[in-house]
């Protein structure tokens, strides 16, 4: 029979995202309202391994859901990709007496918990926080929305620079592998083009659409491309846009960080303290292995085994399709 979960530790790693305290915040509370001891662990898996682990009450995480970022901390550990290193950490939290694990971060997290929980056996539940929206087995993942928000508020900003100007501005967003932030905040920002690390368009596509707003008169005209476009980033088709034609006054916007910073949006807050709350419920209730998702606004658990070789979220056919009837 399995032991009852007593201490639950609680970390954050991989890239930082606008609602993860709000998601410590509510692991926290709820593991306090069960009757449960829970630990902080600073820096992800760097400080599992180096035994940095506090005790946190309901006080500790006060006046931290509006707050971006992760009063954790967070770091990407190569020694945890080791069997040593794993070792070390399983050692570290066996010594506090941690005996369930929640994870707030990504796919890299994610795979290095679910191989924790194959070597240790620690009950073990993540929880999706990364701005890129990319997870399989949830409709949102915590920060995605707060990134597309401050980049449609970068965007509107330089429309009117744009407007007064005649310029065509290139403006690139976050999303390597996945252009969820860009295909929405081009939309919402009205964008003539889109460029996705998932679509096939090519250079001579993005300027036939410059070329026709030019002749219809089009006063401006911005581009958002997703860092990981194919056909190359904003300063590289600013380059190859000018090299072709005088006529356009051509500028450069990289929004970069600025998109993982910021207060989290209601959304997000909302989205963190269910997916926090569900994370320990589940626990106690005896998932393992599991991810937290929410699916048609319902949270639901996904084995992991279910996901790890799943793709990621695919881009919404009908928002390709609505972008390209609305950048005329």
């Given at each position: 029979m399995e032991k009852e979960i007593g201490k639950i530790g609680v970390f954050t790693s991989g890239g930082d995202a606008p609602g993860m305290n709000a998601a410590i915040r509510a692991v926290v509370r709820s593991a306090i309202y069960y009757k449960k001891e829970v630990y902080g662990i600073m820096r992800g898996y760097e400080g599992m391994i180096e035994g940095d682990i506090v005790r946190l009450g309901a006080r500790s995480v006060s006046n931290i859901i509006q707050r971006g970022g992760t009063i954790l901390k967070t770091a990407r550990c190569q020694e945890f990709r080791t069997v040593e290193g794993r070792k070390r950490a399983y050692e570290s939290l066996r010594k506090i007496g941690i005996d369930a694990l929640v994870a707030i971060g990504g796919n890299g997290t994610f795979t290095g918990l679910h191989k924790f929980y194959e070597e240790h056996g620690i009950p073990s539940i993540c929880i999706p926080g990364t701005i890129d929206n990319d997870l399989p087995g949830t409709d949102f993942s915590i920060g995605y929305d707060t990134a597309t928000n401050t980049a449609v508020e970068a965007i509107d900003k330089i429309r009117d620079t744009a407007l007064s100007h005649n310029r065509v501005f290139f403006i690139e967003v976050m999303g390597r592998h996945s252009g969820y932030i860009a295909v929405n905040s081009g939309v919402a920002g009205g964008a003539v083009a889109i460029i996705l690390?998932?679509?096939?368009?090519?250079?001579?596509?993005?300027?036939?659409?410059?070329?026709?707003?030019?002749?219809?008169?089009?006063?401006?005209?911005?581009?958002?491309?997703?860092?990981?476009?194919?056909?190359?980033?904003?300063?590289?088709?600013?380059?190859?846009?000018?090299?072709?034609?005088?006529?356009?006054?051509?500028?450069?916007?990289?929004?970069?960080?600025?998109?993982?910073?910021?207060?989290?949006?209601?959304?997000?807050?909302?989205?963190?303290?269910?997916?926090?709350?569900?994370?320990?419920?589940?626990?106690?209730?005896?998932?393992?292995?599991?991810?937290?998702?929410?699916?048609?606004?319902?949270?639901?658990?996904?084995?992991?085994?279910?996901?790890?070789?799943?793709?990621?979220?695919?881009?919404?056919?009908?928002?390709?399709?609505?972008?390209?009837?609305?950048?005329?």
């Open positions: 690390p998932e679509e096939t368009t090519t250079f001579d596509e993005l300027f036939a659409a410059l070329e026709a707003g030019e002749k219809t008169n089009k006063k401006s005209n911005l581009v958002v491309i997703a860092e990981g476009s194919k056909i190359g980033g904003a300063y590289e088709l600013a380059r190859k846009v000018k090299e072709r034609s005088s006529y356009f006054d051509i500028k450069v916007t990289i929004l970069g960080h600025l998109q993982r910073g910021g207060s989290p949006t209601y959304f997000d807050r909302v989205l963190a303290s269910k997916m926090g709350v569900a994370a320990v419920e589940g626990l106690l209730q005896g998932k393992r292995d599991a991810m937290v998702g929410i699916k048609g606004n319902k949270i639901v658990y996904n084995d992991f085994k279910t996901i790890i070789d799943v793709p990621s979220n695919e881009i919404d056919a009908e928002s390709l399709r609505i972008a390209k009837i609305l950048s005329i």
